[in-house]
């Protein structure tokens, strides 16, 4: 950044200058701009020096292999993203059995995957996997700022078409997925989504391409709720599988994965401190619990709101006092969305927080903080980290916006390895499922993943553990009236939340 930052130390108050000089001020529309396309590397990316700001789209470059059908940030990055790779493999060595176990069948062989989620080292194991189980791949990232850029870099080496980078801006984000979907002599035939903006881009721009696709796979809050309003206006027409809301999904990665990720997230950017704090978490999900449940652990005072009475209750009988947002909104020192709704926090609300609040969210789609309100000219935004925001009122008052509202945890953090690896695989064996579905299983609607697959995937993650399973005798297995290798409970049963 050319402009230089001046930060005024005022002897009778610990405080940032209420009125920053013109010098320690970055214009509007600098910060507006700069804001959505500034490359920044995560705590977990690496980061060439000799990079400079020429976006990749303006750029020629060539992998090992004279192949040119891809976009991403910098090439030579691919041998640090292939070790990035192999840390992430040592975790998630249920996916890499499933691998095993099925490469010799290529039981993806003729599938054309079109995929659009975080590229990250775990999910380039999917990625991998998929293409060792036959399938041929093209990818984009769901969120412009959780690329791993030698991720992808180490994933175009291979001969999968990425097209993604860190720091994308929005016209950089809906080219990188046309690109995937439209290329001379390649179809999609597969789905992979995290958000729906790939399924939205298809049937909006390219219906007759989309009307050919055999199944799609979703595994973000916000996806499914966008196909099933596509499958209730009775305008789907592929069925699709409804991952988020697998057990091995909703129960393990939105749970413990948000869990520990919030609070990687929050110290990596702000360095805050979590004892005593009064922290406000909107939405009591899966993802609410695990947030709650880490803050709680911290020392933290946590309050919850909620739309839902039986996610209200629970937040109650865990220990937490739920509230509107607007009766604590200028107590609280963060502010932590995680609802999949939009504008839960907005700009009245951002304007009565007091001075050095915090807000970020933890649900997928930016939607939740109404960020846009903030793009006004009498407010100021300074870019202090990667990531992190100052939005600075007319009377100085700071608060302090975590990736412009975007996924806290994949955009300023990491996440762990092994609970990606339960939703990785989750995840391919839904797309097998869907590819290789006899005609008439599976019509124009979406699907949960049968439970006897929840319960493999499971089973294939045990092992790290040494767990060791209680095998039914035959005479308790036809008390219960259950089949002795599962499915042990029925559709209906409902895991027992941790809160």
């Known amino acids: ?35 959505s396309t500034d490359s920044y590397s995560s705590a977990a990316s690496y980061t060439d020096s000799s990079d400079d700001e020429t976006s990749p789209r303006d750029k020629t470059q060539v992998n090992s292999k004279g192949g040119t059908d891809f976009c991403v940030k910098n090439i030579k990055q691919a041998e640090f993203g292939r070790r990035e790779i192999e840390i992430a493999e040592q975790d998630m060595s249920a996916l890499i059995s499933l691998r095993k176990r099925a490469q010799s069948e290529k ?9 659009c989620t975080h590229i990250t080292a775990q999910t380039a194991v999917l990625i991998e996997t998929l293409v060792a189980l036959g399938a041929q791949c093209r990818w984009t990232a769901c969120n412009i700022y959780s ?15 990425v097209f993604a980078w860190k720091g994308e801006s929005e016209d950089d984000f809906w080219w990188c ?35 050919k696709i055999r199944g799609i796979v979703e595994e973000s809050v916000t996806g499914v709720h966008r196909l099933y309003q596509l499958s209730k ?38 360095d805050v401190m979590f004892g005593g704090k009064q922290v406000v978490v909107c939405g009591y999900g899966e993802v609410g619990k695990g947030c709650c449940a880490a803050l709680k652990a911290l020392g933290a005072i946590v309050y919850v709101t909620e739309i839902d009475p039986i996610c209200a209750l629970q937040a109650c009988m865990d220990g937490f006092r739920v509230v509107k947002l607007n009766e604590v909104i200028r107590l609280v020192d963060i502010i932590i969305t995680c ?27 930016n939607t939740e903080i109404d960020v846009a309100s903030l793009r006004t000219p009498e407010l100021t935004w300074e870019r202090v980290r990667s990531q992190v925001d100052h939005v600075i009122w007319p009377d100085g008052k700071r608060v302090i916006l975590l990736a412009e ?34 005609e008439g299983r599976y019509k124009q609607d979406v699907y949960l993943l049968p439970k006897k697959m929840d319960e493999y995937v499971a089973s294939l993650h045990l092992a790290t553990f040494d767990a060791h399973l209680t095998e039914l005798s035959d005479e308790q297995a036809k008390y219960l009236g259950l089949n002795k290798n599962g499915p042990f409970k029925p559709n209906y049963y409902r895991y027992k939340p941790r809160s």
């Not at 000089?21 to 600098?30: A, D, E, I, V």
């Not at 039981?107 to 995929?115: D, E, H």
């Not at 791993?148 to 999968?160: D, I, S």
């Not at 609802?339 to 970020?360: A, E, H, P, Y």
Request: glycine share 6%; charged share 20%.
């Open 177 to 211: 997925i046309d690109r995937c979907v439209t290329t001379e002599g390649w179809q999609p035939n597969m789905i992979l989504d995290d958000g729906g903006d790939l399924t939205h881009w298809m049937y909006k721009k390219y219906p007759n391409v989309f009307k």
């Open 107 to 115: 039981p993806l062989a003729g599938a054309k995957i079109v995929g």
């Open 405 to 438: 509202g975007r996924l806290l945890n994949l955009s300023c953090s990491t996440v762990p390895t092994f609970v990606l690896s339960i939703t990785a695989t989750t995840q391919a064996l839904a797309l097998i499922e869907l590819y290789n579905a006899p």
């Open 1 to 35: 950044c050319d402009a230089t930052v001046q930060i005024q130390f005022v002897e009778d108050k610990q405080e940032f200058s209420r009125f920053p000089t013109k010098t320690g001020r970055r214009s509007l529309s600098r910060s507006i701009s700069q804001s």
């Open 147 to 161: 690329t791993q850029n030698e991720v992808a870099a180490a994933l175009t080496e291979t001969g999968v078409a």
């Open 233 to 270: 206006a009775g305008k789907l027409c592929v069925p699709a599988m409804n991952v988020n809301d697998s057990v091995t999904k909703q129960k393990f990665d939105n749970l413990y994965c948000c869990r520990e990720s919030i609070l990687d997230g929050l110290k990596r950017t702000t």
């Open 339 to 365: 609802t999949g709704n939009k504008n839960v926090v907005t700009r009245d609300q951002l304007d009565r927080m007091k001075n050095g609040s915090i807000v970020c969210n933890m649900g997928h789609s």
